[in-house]
């Protein structure tokens, strides 16, 4: 009964109005704050009058807030001229991103991944390279992640903007007290404390926080919050040579009792089938992961001494679509093998948590024309309360760009939740250079 | 990023606070109710002056309030002496139940179950009487629950008690919009109007509602609910002839995009198994069944012509516990390999949900000890993340009672989430007998 307990939550805020104790004045400035910047955010360009019709708030108290949101860079005013009106123009609150930098970073085990983003979702910068984090360990990668994050850091700082935050996705659990990677199989790191050593590298202040989280809980919010997929019931899944999926349940991030949900991957398909890295059989990574993709519709990828997993699977996965879309007939049953069984591991979450959209990144996503046709004849025959119950399925647009994106995405949902934590520009917190 | 979500909601409520706009006053006043009957509720018997204190509110409100909420019979005011104390005893807050009768209905493909209870959750009355639903049809089910319950409404009214709502319980999805049931395959129902038919029966007045959801949804809201088990990540698992879950996510229900959540039942786990009632393969209820444990752990029982499915479930469960405390072979190992089958089935909602509790419903509770160590084994082996994923696994207390206690809860919770809707007693809306 979620929605009893919303109810009560904005109930228990509510309840303050009439008889409020003096105490509660800063926590309703704050919640005010939230609110001013949210309306401006969801419906903006707005002008003062029109944020004080739509939150209830006076005219005088809009003001303070603005004037408050302003200084700290997140919210600029503009002239704006009605079509068609003339005479002096009307001035229009709008989200400023510029003065503030958020920062998205990736381990995957084939490539690190950054991307720096304004408040306003605009990128600044992207870096992408080709980095084994396997054979490199855990403390070489995020030494040289925290390379790339200095350059974004740096190049931000030119610009005039303040950084907000770090978000990082790993491809494995994450302990979110502390922000240590519990276990990441396919990188074989256990325990490894991603959000301490960065901060060390970076000589980074305690006031600039570092979110780290799954790669697929991140791709999943990603996903959630692009413009016209606002599905409030969605599950993503990675499509690399790991299998995993984020949840996103009645528009919250289904995270589980100690945030190990989400390994589709390793749910039994076959039970006759082969042994699967993590030493189970018949696990549906060993069916659909980019390396049986590979086995099953390019085998001659996989040779030489490292096999296939030596390349960028980026790269993997284009020229899995460029084989497809030749007619290659090797790619071609292959895929739709791989689809078939894709169909039979997403009956799974479809039975048990029926979404409204199931999104599929990493190379399926590339390949998603050639694997939807198995899978869907797979899930539709699979559904048990039949069509209706079928989600759309559905290539990720944001590709192998997803999980950055979430990464820098969280970070920015978090000065919309708490903009007064946010240093203001004034106060100078300078992001020093790679350290150590 | 559910978080966000909930405090823009709290914020959106608190920012009213200075400046509040007059037509947010009576939304206000109902958000307050809510906040002193949650108080009271969840921390009473109180004080006047110590919910004034807990909810930040004004003595003068305080009072105002609860004088409205004493005169929907909500609340009563009792004298309190502290121990040891003399003289002038205090007055204290606690929840009238006594005013207030809810109502809970279950149709089970063997029984149908009624049982009335107080806002405290004091059972009134209960019924449970053996009843086929799937050879009697959905209309004469429906006229003999309707039956069942107008005996309860008579009774509470006698009491002079008021009817706050009726839940009922159904084996299958169900539109919530309109409180029908789309299909039930045990039953062999389709879109059958439970709620509607329901009212027509009973002549009920609109102000009462009728809540219809699934069995399972009920259940699992009726497990978080028990005292000392409020586990934010939950799952039911029913244990009859149809196998399905309840999932508790982040302390909600959750339904899914189109209510189809659960299906647990269906979810393959022997591609080379048996044929399944649904027309699928290997489906976990082929295994798990209450008529697989017949036949796997007490075959005699199927013996007749109808088979073991004419029997009353919770008989049936009882003759099972009985021969295994006995050490009957046949069903210690059918039960052995029954759990492990369980074990096999319960690691998808393990791995993919993280769920801190799983509490099995209906005989898995009955003769939970001898599943247990074969399904704990099975889970512990397949659960990716370790044992730290693991959930504890536990027989329901409320065993064949769940559903129908969930179904009065889910009204109850009603109550104290709008307590305005509630039409006083002073009204004097009258249930009137059976109709039709």
């Known amino acids: 009964m979620g929605s009893v307990n919303v109810s009560q939550s904005a109930a228990a805020a509510a309840a303050r109005g009439p008889g409020r104790a003096p105490s509660d004045q800063v926590a309703v400035r704050r919640a005010n704050l939230v609110r001013v910047l949210g309306e401006v955010r969801s419906a903006g360009p707005l002008s003062r009058a029109t944020v004080a019709r739509h939150t209830g708030l006076t005219r005088a108290t809009v003001s303070s807030l603005v004037a408050e949101l302003i200084e700290r860079g997140l919210l600029r005013e503009t002239d ?30 084939r490539y690190l991944a950054a991307r720096s983003t304004d408040l306003a979702d605009g990128t600044r910068q992207e870096r992408r390279v080709v980095h084994d984090a396997t054979r490199e360990g855990a403390e070489r990668t995020i030494r040289a992640l925290a390379g790339i994050a200095a350059e974004l850091l740096d190049e931000a700082r030119a610009a005039g903007a303040h950084t907000a935050g770090i978000g990082v996705a790993v491809p ?79 528009g919250g991030l289904l995270r589980g009792a100690g945030g190990f949900s989400g390994e589709l991957g390793h749910l039994q398909v076959d039970p006759a089938g082969e042994r699967c890295a993590c030493g189970r059989t018949g696990c549906l990574e060993t069916k659909v992961g980019l390396t049986a993709a590979i086995r099953t519709a390019a085998p001659d990828l996989a040779d030489g001494p490292a096999g296939a997993v030596a390349l960028d699977p980026q ?122």
Chains 1, 2 share one sequence.
């Open 172 to 250: 494995g659990p994450v302990d979110a007290a502390d922000g240590s990677v519990r276990a990441a199989p396919n990188l074989g790191w256990r325990d490894v404390p991603v959000a301490r050593l960065l901060r060390d590298h970076l000589g980074l202040p305690a006031e600039v926080p570092v979110v780290v989280d799954n790669e697929a809980n991140l791709a999943a919010l990603a996903e959630r919050g692009r413009p016209g997929s606002r599905a409030a019931d969605l599950v993503y899944v990675t499509g690399e040579a790991g299998i995993g999926a984020g949840i996103v349940a009645d």
């Open 80 to 109: 704006f001229q009605q079509d068609g009106s003339v005479g002096r123009p009307g001035r229009r609150l709008e989200i400023d991103g510029r003065a503030v930098a958020v920062l998205g970073l990736e381990v995957n085990s």
């Open 315 to 436: 790269e993997l996965a284009a020229e899995l679509l460029r084989r497809a879309t030749e007619g290659d007939p090797r790619a071609l049953g292959g895929l739709d093998e791989i689809g078939r069984w894709l169909g039979i591991g997403l009956a799974i979450p479809v039975n048990l948590l029926n979404p409204e959209v199931i999104v599929l990144g990493g190379y399926f996503a590339t390949v998603a024309p050639y694997l939807l046709p198995a899978a869907m004849r797979e899930l539709r025959e699979r559904a048990v309360a039949g069509d209706p119950a079928v989600a759309r399925v559905t290539g990720s647009a944001l590709g192998f760009t997803a999980a950055v994106r979430g990464a820098a995405g969280v970070v920015v949902e978090e000065v919309f939740a708490d903009p007064a934590r946010l240093i203001p520009p004034a106060a100078g917190v300078a992001v020093p250079g790679l350290q150590g």
